[in-house]
């Protein structure tokens, strides 16, 4: 038996020189087309005699679920079309053994990757995932590149399937340079569950970098995403376009990512979405460009926190649940409640801070060109701090000194919406008055508040106004 086993090892050592040095399509710095013998080294236990992993199993049946993609003869050059070669890369990853299931129906591919190998591939068309369902799958570690015939209205990767269910769990994508050559999008990700966009750079769109289409819990994060390549000044600015991140969906999350050029840095077209420590200098507000858009009228449940909104700003349709936090806006960029039915409800737009070039811009305003607002209900504009802008809120504070029997104070330069104070506290502090002076708060109108003494007294008023109102209508 002893002598058989020697006899087996030694018969792999052979089999594992001939693996070693096999033809590969991948060029080295040596100049040759043999891979290098350290991928294979961590395979090897010299000390002892064992055999390399991949040996065995092509003796025993069983293979890797790692698939390069060099072996199936795509051209990491980037210089020949190596469209068949990636995606039957992923046919035979999504052809792994199963480990159970993931969501009813989606198969466990127990880590099946597909790795580029460092390299850079051109495609004609779109990657698409295999259209059976699989879930626990990478794609990872190189760059993808359009052909100049790339279809305009593709992606370069798409997890799309025919069923109106979802067919993907658990997807990863991962360390990528994708270029779309100006011819489309970049990553489209439809109908899909708990999916991974990490550490990639999209560039070169037309349409969108990433689009999320329905589906549950898509990720976005360490990524940087641009139409054209530049860090700010680019003359090309004013021809941005496309979106940065296109938004369809709910229960997705966007975090540290930069969008440094696009029409829109992000759109949001769902509810419980989640944007944190996002960069966006995509296209300045002034040349038409916008951060971020969250268009979900009605219903919006967006959180915006942590970001960056750098020469643009935040669009918000008819907002209801919506929490901007903690933000910066630089370069005179404010927020735009827009109105499309006259809602606005459950907003809070706190603790931001805001910088511009002091040519009077206010921080937050209003767009009543489709219908006034009519229903505002819990929305809270305060505590924001502002350099070289103008302070918009839905409170505000006030003092007059004055000797007579009537104060005037007006807060039309401060309060956010016109002709709106529900709520008022004064207090009138008389000086050396001989006797009691009866006041009162005779008027509220047009955001300024008026008080009157019966008496002529040289008083202080201090008035505190609120424009938070709950189940209001103006």
């Known amino acids: 038996m002893v002598g058989r086993n020697a006899l087996l090892l030694g018969f792999l050592h052979v089999i594992l020189v001939i693996i070693q040095y096999a033809e590969s399509s991948y060029p080295y710095p040596d100049g040759t087309g043999n891979r290098d013998l350290s991928i294979k080294a961590s395979h090897i236990l010299r000390s002892n005699g ?32 190596s469209t068949d070669a990636l995606e039957q890369a992923i046919v035979d990853a999504f052809t792994s053994p199963v480990d159970g299931h993931l969501n009813e129906g989606v198969p466990n591919l127990g880590g099946s990757e597909v790795h580029l190998d460092g390299g850079t591939y051109m495609i004609s068309r779109p990657l698409r995932l295999s259209d059976i369902s699989g879930g626990n799958f990478m794609i990872h570690g190189g760059s993808l590149r359009a052909s100049d015939d790339f279809s305009g209205n593709g992606h370069l990767i798409e997890l799309r399937s025919s069923s109106s269910s979802p067919l993907y769990e658990y997807i990863t994508l991962k360390e990528l340079m994708l270029d779309s050559n100006f011819r489309g999008g970049g990553i489209a990700i439809i109908n899909s569950i708990r999916t991974t966009v990490d550490n990639c750079y999209i560039s070169h769109f037309t349409t969108a970098g990433i689009s999320i289409q329905d589906g549950h ?147 937050v305003q209003l767009d009543q060109s489709n219908a006034p607002f009519k229903t505002v209900d819990q929305v809270v504009i305060e505590r924001n701090n502002v350099r070289g802008m103008v302070l918009k809120s839905t409170v505000a504070r006030g003092s007059l000194w004055k000797n007579g029997t009537t104060w005037t104070l007006d807060f039309s330069k401060v309060l956010l919406f016109p002709n709106l104070i529900p709520h008022v506290h004064y207090a009138l502090r008389a000086g050396s008055a001989s006797s009691f002076p009866r006041h009162i708060l005779r008027s509220v109108s047009r955001n300024r508040v008026t008080v009157q003494t019966d008496v002529v007294v040289s008083a202080t008023v201090h008035v505190s106004v609120d424009q938070t109102t709950v189940g209001g209508h103006i």
């Not at 390399?52 to 199936?72: E, K, M, Q, W």
């Not at 840095?265 to 460009?289: D, E, F, P, S, W």
């Not at 268009?295 to 919506?322: K, S, W």
């Open 50 to 81: 064992v055999a390399p992993i991949n040996a065995l199993a092509a003796l025993t049946g069983r293979r890797s679920r790692i698939h390069h993609v060099t072996d199936y003869g795509a051209d990491p050059t980037g210089r020949s079309d």
């Open 217 to 363: 819990e898509t990720y976005i994060r360490n990524s940087f995403i641009g139409q054209h390549i530049n860090i700010g000044g680019d003359d090309r600015e004013k021809d941005f376009s496309g979106i940065g991140i296109n938004i369809t969906g709910n229960d997705n999350a966007v975090t540290d990512v930069v969008i440094f050029s696009a029409s829109i840095g992000v759109m949001v077209q769902g509810q419980a979405n989640m944007l944190t420590g996002i960069h966006c200098y995509n296209k300045a507000t002034a040349l038409g460009g916008t951060g971020i858009y969250i268009r979900a009228p009605g219903l919006t449940q967006t959180r915006v926190v942590n970001c960056y909104l750098d020469f643009t700003g935040i669009v918000a349709e008819d907002p209801v649940q919506l929490h901007v936090t903690g933000s910066f806006f630089l370069g005179n960029a404010f927020i735009l409640l827009k109105s499309v039915k006259g809602v606005a409800s459950g907003v809070n737009i706190v603790d931001n801070m805001f910088a511009g070039d002091h040519t009077g811009v206010p921080i």
